[in-house]
């Protein structure tokens, strides 16, 4: 491979935000990752979805609440957050449960586009199979 | 084939690190190459040169540095990772004011570039964690 191979990492998030560190661990692969200017997307499943839900709060557990992290995605040039429906449906939630996530598209005049596509299991599962590199945390 | 590898486990308590120490034997002993063995999350508590198994178990730490010198793997350990978890090489065990070091034989620290690298340079990364 050379050094300007462009390849597609899907990171597959599959755990709540706290209780363990994978959430926060993964999010800063993420990020150091965003410099090596890859084609990249995240995937949330399972619990997953919750590290995305709105109005979370740490004060009572000592730990930091890092879910206004994400909303910095998109100036990584991370876009694609795919968010799976039935996850989120045998949870309760539905997408207004979740954080605005959004981007600036700087192919449309950076008008703010939304970040969060919520796509059924059978089309996450496409994506997915589309990718080069999965991290699952 | 060119593997890379993400452990994301702690020794003994997960399979992960045995499975993974068996996978690339098995890749290595085959004919390919294993670019690049990566630790991340608890998985860089196998680095630790301080752990002592009883004798009729395996020590796992000892596997990797051992495979590290027979077939020159790279076996990388996530400094955030590690520092949080109190995996130090002698320089991040001055660096933070720490008067002991326990990074085994074989393993280095360096930063998670190296597991993007990893992905970008291998034909497949193979992530063993829970």
């Not at chain 2, 010198?69 to 002698?90: F, M, Q, S, T």
Request: charged residues 25%.
């Amino acid at each position: 491979m050379s050094e300007g191979t462009i390849k597609k990492f899907m990171y597959v998030n599959r755990k709540p935000p706290y209780g363990t560190v994978y959430a926060l661990e993964s999010l800063e692969v993420v990020l150091i990752g965003a410099a090596f200017d890859q084609d990249v997307s995240l995937a949330f499943i399972g619990d997953g979805v919750y590290q995305i839900t709105k109005g979370q709060s740490t004060s009572d557990i000592g730990m930091k609440n890092f879910s206004p992290t994400y909303n910095a995605l998109g100036d990584y040039d991370i876009t694609k957050l795919y968010v799976e429906q039935e996850s989120l449906t045998e949870r309760g939630l539905s997408v207004d449960d979740l954080m605005d996530i959004v981007y600036e598209d700087e192919d449309d005049d950076w008008a703010e586009k939304p970040s969060i596509r919520v796509v059924s299991r059978a089309e996450l599962a496409d994506v997915i199979a589309g990718q080069d590199i999965l991290l699952n945390f | 084939m060119k593997f890379g590898i993400l452990i994301n486990e702690g020794p003994y308590q997960h399979q992960a690190s045995d499975s993974a120490y068996l996978f690339a034997k098995a890749a290595i002993d085959k004919g390919h190459e294993v670019f690049r063995v990566f630790f991340y999350h608890d998985g860089v508590q196998n680095a630790t040169c301080l752990s002592s198994p009883p004798q009729d178990d395996r020590n796992i730490t000892a596997l990797w540095s051992e495979l590290a010198k027979e077939h020159n793997v790279d076996l990388v350990v996530c400094v955030a990772a590690a520092l949080r978890r109190g995996i130090l090489d002698e320089n991040e065990a001055k660096r933070n004011g720490k008067d002991a070091h326990n990074l085994a034989d074989g393993f280095r620290i360096s930063g998670l570039g190296q597991l993007i690298e990893a992905g970008i340079q291998s034909d497949r990364l193979m992530v063993f964690g829970d």
